[in-house]
Every structure is written in C-alpha cells, then in structure tokens.
C-alpha cells in the first residue's frame, strides 16, 4: 500500500468514527428531558439505539424511573448503568423474533397500566 493511500484511509476513518460519535446519544438526547420529580417517570425505547438512549436518558433523570428498552442482540450488553427497574430485552432485529414479541407485548401492557 502507498503512504498516500494510507493517509486518505486515516482521514476517511477519522470523518467516519467523527460523525459516528456526533450522534451519539450521550451528544443527542436532550439534556433537560421532561421528568415527574413528585411521581414515576416511564421511559418506553426500542430499536437498536434504546440501551443507549435509555443510559443517556437515565443520567438525566433525577427520581423513580421504570419502564423498558427493547433493543438488538448484542447492543444491550454494555449499557449496564441503566437501573434494574428498567428491563433491557435484546430480539431480533430487523426481523422480530419472538423475544421481540414478548417485549412488545411487555411495553404495550406498561404503556396501558
């Protein structure tokens, strides 16, 4: 490889993990998210991003937090800040399977209650 080829690569890769970290969700999530400071703040996520933003989200919030965050296999597992009131469901993703129909299920009876 030439050193010029090497060089376009670093810089490509530099603009790459750049914009990778710009939208992260420590970066995007709202800072002053809406939370009860008398009750119990819910916080229903899903998609590949929702330990993410659930962490995120969580160090924001001051007070009683539950809910759940539904995500794909392997993108839960470093998130483990999050608290145990909230249960964190890796499924299938983009294809549910049927962890992910349980979580559904699960989100859908603590959105009802």
Same mark, same amino acid.
């Given at each position: 490889?030439?050193?010029?080829?090497?060089?376009?690569?670093?810089?490509?890769?530099?603009?790459?993990?750049?914009?990778?970290?710009?939208?992260?969700?420590?970066?995007?999530?709202?800072?002053? *998210?809406?939370?009860?400071?008398?009750?119990?703040?819910? =916080? *229903?996520?899903?998609?590949?991003?929702?330990?993410?933003?659930?962490?995120?989200?969580?160090?924001?919030?001051?007070?009683?937090?539950?809910? *759940?965050?539904?995500?794909?296999?392997?993108?839960? *597992?470093?998130?483990?800040?999050?608290?145990?009131?909230?249960?964190? =469901?890796?499924?299938?993703?983009?294809?549910?399977?049927?962890?992910?129909?349980?979580?559904?299920?699960?989100?859908?009876?603590?959105?009802?209650?």
């Amino acid at each position: 490889m030439s050193y010029d080829y090497l060089k376009v690569r670093l810089a490509l890769r530099g603009l790459f993990d750049g914009a990778v970290n710009a939208i992260s969700a420590d970066i995007t999530m709202p800072k002053d *998210i809406p939370y009860s400071k008398t009750g119990k703040t819910l =916080i *229903i996520a899903a998609g590949k991003g929702a330990a993410a933003m659930t962490h995120a989200a969580c160090k924001n919030i001051c007070g009683d937090v539950s809910g *759940i965050a539904v995500t794909r296999y392997g993108h839960g *597992i470093k998130y483990g800040i999050i608290p145990s009131s909230i249960e964190v =469901i890796e499924a299938r993703h983009p294809v549910p399977d049927a962890a992910g129909e349980q979580a559904a299920l699960k989100a859908l009876k603590i959105a009802k209650n």
